[in-house]
């Protein structure tokens, strides 16, 4: 019975999701991924106590998924330069971008969404931008360059910038423009 009731609770998960992904947080009622997740209500309501408590795993998730994909690629790339796996990481956000269902950072919609300061999401997305400069500092400190807190804090800002920019302009190449850029500025600090 655990089990169905966990496959259950993935199952409202993963439709909220993909809901909240492409048409946003607040445009998406419990009604909605009622319906579109073939439930009742009361099934949703036992599985989260709220549409915050939904919005909530929904951005966990979706954390927690970006960040074991990161770590995957990060260590599949082991004996390569630290520079080399920074650009790595560009890589993979150039194939975000160019996914069919890319609709921006769901973590900056999310932000976008949710204004009061509060809210246990925005703990979520504070500690992912948090763990994303983090990883980068950790490579940056590896490549021995200097400064890598304010690098690493620059190079959050350009992959963030890379992916609301994409949005904004329907550009699909923000990080084709901006590597060789941050490959210099990799090799200014070094």
């Known amino acids: 019975m655990a089990k169905r009731a966990r496959q259950t609770r993935q199952h409202i ?3 909220a999701s993909a809901l909240f992904y492409q048409r946003g947080i607040r445009a998406v009622g419990v009604d909605t ?4 997740a073939g439930i009742a209500k009361m099934t949703l309501y036992n599985h989260f106590d709220s549409k915050d408590a939904l919005i909530v795993a ?3 998730q979706t954390s927690k998924k970006n960040m074991t994909d990161l770590q995957s690629e990060l260590e599949k790339s082991v004996g390569k330069t630290p ?7 560009l890589d993979l956000y150039e194939a975000r971008i160019h996914s069919p269902e890319f609709r921006g950072c ?7 969404e949710i204004a009061d300061k ?5 703990k979520i997305i504070d500690a992912y931008f948090q763990e994303l400069r983090s990883i980068l500092q950790e490579l940056l400190e590896e490549a021995h360059m200097r400064e890598p807190k304010e690098l ?3 190079l959050c800002v350009i992959l963030s910038g890379c992916l609301a920019n994409s949005v904004i302009t329907g550009d699909k190449e923000q990080v084709h ?3 060789s850029t941050v490959q210099r500025l990799l090799e200014s600090h070094l």
């Open 13 to 15: 998960l993963d439709v």
């Open 33 to 36: 991924v009622v319906s579109e």
């Open 58 to 60: 929904y951005l966990d």
């Open 83 to 89: 520079v080399e796996r920074i650009l790595l990481i």
């Open 106 to 112: 769901p973590f900056m919609n999310g932000i976008a």
């Open 118 to 122: 509060e809210h246990p999401a925005r």
């Open 152 to 154: 690493a804090y620059v």
């Open 177 to 179: 423009h901006v590597r």
